[in-house]
């Protein structure tokens, strides 16, 4: 139990206080507190579902292999504008598994095992089901040269390979997770293809990274090491740190509101292709996507109005204001990929077609966090403005098979048929409402039609979804629970040789 001096103790209580010189370790907690703001996850749940058209892919011959297989666009015989919109609209749903046990969030008992009448009855079994329904509006540009000579081939592309937005009830039980979210990155593209042979062709690209990012959660003080270590230099022993017990958890005092908002990043990253024709029909390609290095930089704040942190502590010198802000950074890689594609003419009307993705999400393993405000200074202590935290994620590498279908019933009318499957990239011990990510079933269908030799418009539509994953082993309890995730993404494009 909290104690409010080094030589004697108080039964718990709605309030505590807490006093000493040495609480200068909670200046630490609240640093360690700004920079858990931008935990979301980054897993295979912000790959965007679609770049370029429903027909645009490793082996396609279109503007969109900018992004898919740079070696492609040497075998266009034209220039071309590919543009379009798409809208992805989604249905997520989280509720929560409390497999552990907690005290009623207005107590405040630090040590386990907490009293009987401090057990909160309402925080046991099955939550209430809360849910995200993002709609997102993107689009892509895709402008190719003429060829040179029949065998080098310049591009340009504005597009977005990655895009999460995901908002929740900012009270509901996924709150110390996330409340909501907003990642984006943007790749502004600039290739070339080049035949080497009618039968080989290799292409490069590079790409300006533009990203955005704000976050929104609660964070408890309670996973906080430092803070634990503070209370434990005043002779208040606790549970309190990253393995701390669901009892002494989710406490209202010690969660507060935090945000990470208006943060951009600027990145550079580059992709290489080559694309071999062994027979007319058939189209083999390998195409590489490196990594970039992410840098969010914006502004956070936490909300630090409450006695506990504002007035109890202020005789030690060391007193919060109501809102704590200044400015973050956030950094972590982009995953490099690797792509085998396959495609196969069976006759003038049918052709099939299909790639294998593996990406190394693996790199991923954390984050790094910085955060800086004269609001963080302490003289009396000699806490300064800047710190850096490191944060664990340990994401997964994944796998992408798709497989497509391809039918030409006129001589103007296209249509195709997709299934596919994308991998986990989060594991049980680290998926939260932050990334709920799972395994995903891919499905669509499409068309283009010729409207004349010079325009083509294209249509398609995209779904996707989890298995409905229900996690037991999640670290501390905190993301135990049933995922579900349906995403449906309504695409339309312009196609304009010239």
């Known amino acids: 139990m909290p104690c409010t001096s080094r030589t004697s103790c108080t039964p718990p209580l709605k309030r505590s206080r807490v ?38 892919g490793p082996t396609t011959r279109d503007g969109a292999a ?28 989280y509720q929560r598994d409390y497999r552990g046990q907690y005290q009623t969030p207005d107590t405040l008992e630090f040590k386990a095992p ?29 402008i190719v040269l003429p060829p040179i ?16 937005p995901l908002k929740f009830d900012r009270n509901g039980p996924q709150a110390q997770q996330l409340q909501q979210a907003f990642i984006v990155a943007s790749h502004i ?27 929104a959660k609660k964070q408890d003080f309670g996973s906080v090491q430092e803070f634990g270590d503070g209370l434990n230099k005043l002779g208040q022993v606790n549970d309190f740190g990253p393995n701390a017990p669901t009892q002494v958890r989710e406490l209202d005092t010690l969660s507060r509101p935090i945000a990470l908002k208006k943060a951009f990043s600027h990145g550079v990253t580059f992709n290489v292709g080559v694309t071999v024709n062994p027979t007319k029909k058939l189209t083999l390609t390998l195409s590489y996507q490196h990594g970039a290095k992410m840098r969010y930089r914006g502004k956070f704040a936490i909300d630090m109005n409450d006695p506990f942190f504002t007035q109890d502590l202020a005789a030690q010198g060391l007193k919060f204001k109501p809102l704590v802000q200044g400015n973050a950074t956030l950094e972590f890689n982009l995953p490099k990929r690797i792509t085998l594609g396959a495609a196969y003419d069976i006759n003038d009307r049918w052709r099939v077609d299909g790639f294998f993705q593996y990406v190394r999400y693996s790199e ?23 710190l ?23 001589t103007r009318l296209l249509t195709s048929v997709t299934l596919g499957y994308q991998s986990s990239a989060s594991p049980d011990s680290t998926v939260d409402t932050a990334s709920p990510d799972g395994n995903r079933i891919i499905g669509g269908v499409g068309g283009a039609f010729d409207v004349s030799e010079r325009v083509s418009l294209l249509a ?11 996690v037991t082993t999640s670290d501390n309890d905190l993301g135990n629970g049933t995922y579900k995730l349906f995403l449906a993404t309504i695409a339309g494009h312009l196609k304009i040789r010239f």
């Open 364 to 386: 991923v393993d954390s984050f790094k966090v910085v955060t800086q405000s004269p609001d963080l200074v302490q003289e009396k202590l000699g806490i300064g403005d800047k």
């Open 189 to 215: 593209t600039a290739s070339a293809g080049v035949r080497l042979h009618d039968i080989v062709s290799i292409g490069a690209g590079v790409s300006y990274v533009l990203g955005f990012a704000e976050l």
């Open 388 to 410: 850096t935290v490191i944060l664990p994620r340990n994401w997964k590498d994944t796998v992408w098979v798709e497989a497509s279908a391809r039918f030409r019933p006129t």
């Open 19 to 56: 006093t000493s010189a040495s609480a200068a370790r909670l200046t630490g907690a609240l640093v360690v507190l700004a920079a858990l703001a931008p935990s979301a996850a980054w897993a295979s749940g912000l790959d965007a579902p679609m770049v370029g058209s429903g027909q645009s």
């Open 460 to 470: 398609d539509a995209r779904l996707q979804g989890i298995v409905p994953r229900h």
């Open 66 to 93: 900018i992004h898919w297989n740079p070696a492609n666009l040497a075998y266009m015989k034209k220039g071309e504008f590919f543009g379009g919109l798409m809208l992805v609209v989604g249905d997520i749903r």
């Open 149 to 164: 000579k029949n065998r080098l081939v310049f591009g340009v592309g504005l597009y977005v390979p990655y895009g999460a």
């Open 114 to 142: 907490i009293s009987d009448q401090n057990i909160d009855m309402n925080k046991m079994g099955m939550g209430r089901q809360v849910k995200a329904n993002p709609l997102a509006p993107l689009g892509n540009i895709f």
